[in-house]
T-cell receptor
């Protein structure tokens, strides 16, 4: 069964600090997706990583993908309060099952403290 | 372009009543997904459709749940009879699997069953 694990599950960090969220997955996949969810809101797509070594950056967030290690990271630089949210990673299982649904991690709830 | 549209946004009903949730995917998208999100179980895939055909309904919790997609622009998720444990936020998402497996989420329907 395909598994997607994120850590940490909860992250409390001070403004201005850097930190990394990790996403490990068990399937053969070269596509990984990061989503953000604000409290009481829907999921918003942040990054789509489509190949080994892919790196994407948007503001203070940078995502990378290592398909050989089956690992993606979401790096936060100089955190600000507006980044407080829950972050999900997801992978598809195309190579294993041929299906196009996504498997989501449990999410990392980030709280940035002033 | 309009995103994924869901209705109603909030639904409060009594146990035993029938509940119907509605979703309009993004025009041109050929895959549609229904999710349920709770604090205890996180984000769960209930069912998904490709080209209006149900592909995987293994996440549907019980026979009380049913989903249909009569055409490319409309889908329903029905719960009959509803129970308090069905209280959750139900999300609909769509994607164009020929372009990417990235899913675009609707605003969700918050269901409360009393």
């Amino acid at each position: 069964e395909l598994k997607v694990e994120q850590n940490p599950l909860f992250l409390s960090m001070q403004e201005g600090k850097n930190y990394t969220i990790y996403c490990n997955y068990s399937t053969t996949s070269d596509r990984l997706y990061w989503y953000r969810q604000d409290p009481g809101k829907s999921l918003e797509s942040l990054f789509v990583l489509l190949s080994n070594g892919a790196v994407k950056q948007e503001g203070r967030l940078m995502a990378s993908l290592d398909t050989k290690a089956r690992l993606s990271t979401l790096h936060i630089t100089a955190a600000v309060h507006d980044l407080s949210a829950t972050y999900f990673c997801a992978v598809d299982s195309l190579y294993e099952t041929g299906a196009n649904n996504l498997f989501f991690g449990t999410g990392t709830r980030l709280t940035v403290i002033p | 372009d309009a995103g994924v549209i869901q209705s109603p946004r909030h639904e409060v009903t009594e146990m035993g009543q029938e509940v119907t949730l509605r979703c309009k995917p993004i025009s041109g998208h050929n895959s549609l997904f229904w999710y349920r999100q709770t604090m205890m179980r996180g984000l769960e895939l209930l069912i998904y459709f490709n080209n209006n055909v149900p592909i995987d309904d293994s996440g549907m919790p019980e026979d009380r749940f049913s989903a249909k997609m009569p055409n490319a622009s409309f889908s329903t998720l029905k719960i009959q009879p509803s129970e308090p444990r069905d209280s959750a936020v139900y999300f609909c998402a769509s994607s164009n699997r020929e372009k990417s497996y990235e899913q675009y989420f609707g605003p969700g329907t918050r269901l409360t069953v009393t």
